[in-house]
């Protein structure tokens, strides 16, 4: 085990890291491999995506992964996609090489992630010793991974490059600010394709501000083990709307710099507007 990182059991059986520097881990400590499939995976419903996909003869679902980290957001989505026909082309990005290099070298418990890491890893090895290729295979589909910092990544991105879902994994605003900034926000919403979800476990004011900053509609994101709610945001999917008085902080946060707020629409939730 490296100084930098140590090995945490969490409360499904997975294991993840605790970073050195900051203490924080990569996962939710009430389950690692349950926040990858419940958290990113079935909150952006990915396979429902896939399914709905299919019959207009598309192939793949393009995912953009913001924190590749141990790599169980996109064993998740491989996980998601199985049997739809549609298969994941995956874009990460990642700062930390050292990291990438870690998780690729043992094999992950319970069997069920593994089974489904296993080609993560292997892809990511690939990706790794590619020295710069623009894509390598990740199971049947394609991984392009990007190291650096993701603001740079993002912006070097194919032009009209638009994803079908977006996890956004980032370390807290606490420690990894950057990535939960306004203008990173602003820079992933313009990356969305109609019809996409982004998903989160920030439930932040802030965040969530900055989603609405940045013209999305945003809603509530399930309960995933100990973590009472997540954040969603479309550009135009219907969402779970969120708690009034959240709405009311939201309103005047997004208000007060001036931009115009879109929430998760409900009945009776007239969007658009304030509670
Ligand atoms: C919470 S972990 C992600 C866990 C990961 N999604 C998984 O499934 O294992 C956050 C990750 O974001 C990466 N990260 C933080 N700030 C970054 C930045 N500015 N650019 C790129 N990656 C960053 C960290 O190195 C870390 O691997």
């Not at 499939?37 to 953009?64: D, H, I, K, Q």
């Not at 094999?107 to 623009?134: K, Y």
């Not at 956004?168 to 019809?195: I, N, Y």
């Not at 208000?255 to 929430?263: L, V």
Request: with cysteine; net charge positive.
């Amino acid at each position: 085990m490296s100084a930098r990182w140590t090995e945490r059991l969490t409360a499904d059986g997975s294991s993840t890291l605790a970073h050195a520097d900051h203490g924080e881990t990569f996962h939710s400590m009430s389950g690692a491999w349950t926040q990858a499939r419940e958290r990113y995976a079935r909150e952006c419903r990915l396979r429902e995506r896939a399914l709905e996909l299919a019959p207009s003869g598309t192939r793949a679902l393009r995912l953009l992964d913001v924190g590749t980290g141990l790599g169980f957001n996109l064993a998740a989505a491989l996980e998601a996609l199985a049997d739809t026909g549609v298969a994941l082309e995956a874009t990460s990005l990642e700062r930390d090489r050292d990291l990438l290099v870690h998780a690729r070298a043992a094999p992950r418990e319970p069997a069920d992630l593994e089974r489904w890491h296993a080609p993560v890893r292997l892809a990511l090895g690939s990706a790794l010793a590619s020295h710069g290729a623009e894509s390598v295979p990740l199971a049947n589909g394609r991984l392009r991974l990007r190291l650096g910092d993701a603001r740079a990544s993002l912006a070097g991105l194919p032009e009209g490059l638009l994803f079908d879902a977006v996890f956004l994994d980032p370390f807290s605003p606490r420690v990894e600010p950057e990535l939960w900034s306004r203008d990173f926000l602003a820079a992933v919403a313009r990356r969305m394709a109609p019809g996409s979800r982004l998903s989160t476990y920030s439930a932040a004011t802030e965040v969530r501000a900055g989603l609405l900053a940045a013209g999305l509609r945003v809603g509530r994101g399930a309960r995933v083990g100990e973590k009472r709610e997540g954040t969603l945001a479309s550009p135009d999917l219907e969402l779970p709307s969120l708690d009034p008085r959240v709405l009311r902080r939201l309103g005047a946060r997004v208000g007060a710099s001036g931009g115009e707020p879109r929430f998760g629409a409900q009945a009776g939730d007239p969007r658009g507007s304030i509670p």
